[in-house]
């Protein structure tokens, strides 16, 4: 399983645009991108999942360049309730096992 | 649509005590997960059900750990005797489809909180 690195923690206003950066170096030819997010006392909740270039849902967008080698998670114009944990995770083995990793801490404040 | 259930929400108990954990994931979703996620960390796999097979268990302690899916439904983990290293949130999960290299989406259950003493 490749394996990602994330900024531990990241800080935002209300209504900026806050973009994770998630890096996996080691992604194979058919591993797909996904992210969830997570609220404290609940279990992670489903964003967004991509393989190359660009995907958009009403909840984000997430940039996959051509090397596949990073990823980014862009959240628009974030409010307070976006505050949460979010994990980057790459591939899985041909049983969608999931690998998560410690996350990036985002703190929307007013 | 109901998410996926989980009981109990909390749970205490001394350390060598038994304990069980149920799930009853999102109806006609032919996987479930349990998972465990300690405090600032993320969630780690425990076990895959796939229907009623256990197909990923190389994670579970199988000496104190323990876990059934009968019927391909609900699904219980057990821990006897439970250490203080278990304290830690166990997290279910469970998908519709076998997805290849993507995991496509897992929805989880809101945990069961446990406290080993």
């Known amino acids: 399983l490749a394996k990602t690195t994330q900024p531990i923690s990241m800080d935002s206003y209300e209504g900026q645009e806050v973009n994770i950066t998630c890096s996996h170096n080691?992604?194979?030819?058919?591993?797909?991108i996904t992210w969830y997010q997570q609220f404290p006392s609940q279990g992670p909740r489903f964003i967004i999942q991509?393989?190359?270039t660009k995907v958009t849902n009403e909840v984000a967008s997430l940039f996959i360049p051509a090397d596949r080698k990073s990823s980014t998670l862009s959240l628009p114009r974030v409010s307070l309730s976006d505050t949460a944990v979010y994990y980057c995770?790459?591939?899985?083995?041909?049983?969608?096992?999931?690998?998560f990793g410690a996350g990036t801490q985002v703190v929307v404040t007013p | 649509e109901a998410g996926v259930v989980q009981s109990p929400r909390y749970k205490i108990i001394e350390k060598k005590q038994p304990v069980a954990f149920w799930c009853n994931p999102i109806?006609?979703?032919?996987?479930l997960y349990w998972y465990r996620q300690n405090l600032g960390q993320g969630p780690e796999l425990l076990i895959r059900?796939?229907?009623?097979?256990?197909?990923?268990d190389s994670q579970l302690p199988k000496d104190r750990f323990s876990a059934e899916r009968l019927k391909g439904v609900d699904s219980t983990l057990k821990i006897q005797p439970a250490e203080l290293g278990d304290s830690a949130v166990y997290l279910c999960?469970?998908?519709?489809?076998?997805?290849?290299?993507?995991?496509?989406?897992?929805?989880f259950g809101p945990g069961t909180r446990l406290t080993v003493l």
């Open positions: 080691n992604i194979a030819t058919n591993d797909y």
């Open positions: 991509g393989y190359k």
């Open positions: 109806s006609g979703h032919n996987t």
């Open positions: 059900y796939e229907n009623e097979e256990a197909v990923d």
């Open positions: 995770l790459v591939g899985t083995d041909s049983w969608g096992k999931l690998q």
């Open positions: 999960a469970s998908s519709f489809a076998n997805w290849t290299s993507g995991g496509g989406e897992q929805f």
